[in-house]
């Protein structure tokens, strides 16, 4: 049994890596490669450190950063009250057709069950993109006193264009595939879902700080690497 589960593993590790492998060697693949070392960033004549942020300061990073109003800001903050006008719409809809007790049910699955889960899955599009981009050393971490989970690539230097496509991935696949699910199921399992498509546009608010974060800085081309043992992000802009 063993013997037969390594086999499956190696099997599947090796169709993963040559689909990996297909796009890195396309031109997405091509275009979206780290170019730049973190010692690259060292040299002062090219780059300019422009701050360094603690894992343990980001919920203080996120909130300033989501608090300043701009395109990105309004529609991360439209989506959340879009999303939760439609959890409200169904919830009086299908009020009087179901049983308290079952309402009561499919709110916890929409409300904690369902985020919960998707924790994995929402890391992971953290991941794919990295992993795409030629980072091996990637780790997925959480600080329970922050309410945060996180993903990583330890020494991995990030272009603009690398950073958005990471931190978007989760919030455009999730959202656009439980909007498919609210549309398509019946009665109260329209109401745990579109529950959940509100909790987990708020479970993006990092994400989406990050990438303000850029977008109060677009006039600058900004480089980011984390030290995943010091649990610091650097970030740098290309002089």
């Known amino acids: 049994m063993v013997f037969n589960e390594n086999c499956a593993g190696n099997v599947l590790k090796t169709e993963f890596e040559s689909f990996v492998l297909v796009i890195q060697n396309g031109t997405f693949g091509k275009n979206f490669r780290m170019a730049i070392s973190v010692d690259d960033l060292q040299d002062q004549s090219r780059f300019r450190h422009l701050i360094t942020i603690s894992y343990g300061d980001i919920v203080s990073f996120v909130l300033d950063y989501l608090k300043r109003r701009t395109n ?135 994400d989406f700080a990050l990438l303000n974060f850029y977008h109060v800085n677009k006039s600058r081309k900004i480089y980011t690497w984390d030290d995943a043992d010091l649990k610091e992000a650097y970030f740098y802009e290309e002089i």
């Open 72 to 206: 990105l800001t309004v529609f991360f903050w439209s989506s959340c009250l879009i999303f939760f006008c439609i959890s409200v719409i169904i919830r009086i809809d299908i009020a009087g057709f179901f049983e308290f007790r079952r309402i009561i049910t499919h709110s916890l699955l929409g409300l904690i069950v369902f985020p919960i889960l998707i924790i994995p899955v929402h890391e992971g599009l953290h991941i794919l993109p990295y992993f795409i981009s030629g980072a091996r050393k990637i780790k997925v971490g959480m600080d329970l006193s922050q309410y945060m989970f996180y993903v990583t690539a330890h020494r991995h230097v990030a272009t603009p264009g690398q950073f958005k496509i990471v931190a978007l991935i989760p919030f455009i696949v999730i959202s656009m595939t439980t909007l498919f699910l609210v549309l398509c199921l019946p009665g109260l399992w329209k109401w745990s879902f579109s529950l959940f498509l509100f909790v987990h546009a708020t479970m993006c608010a990092g």
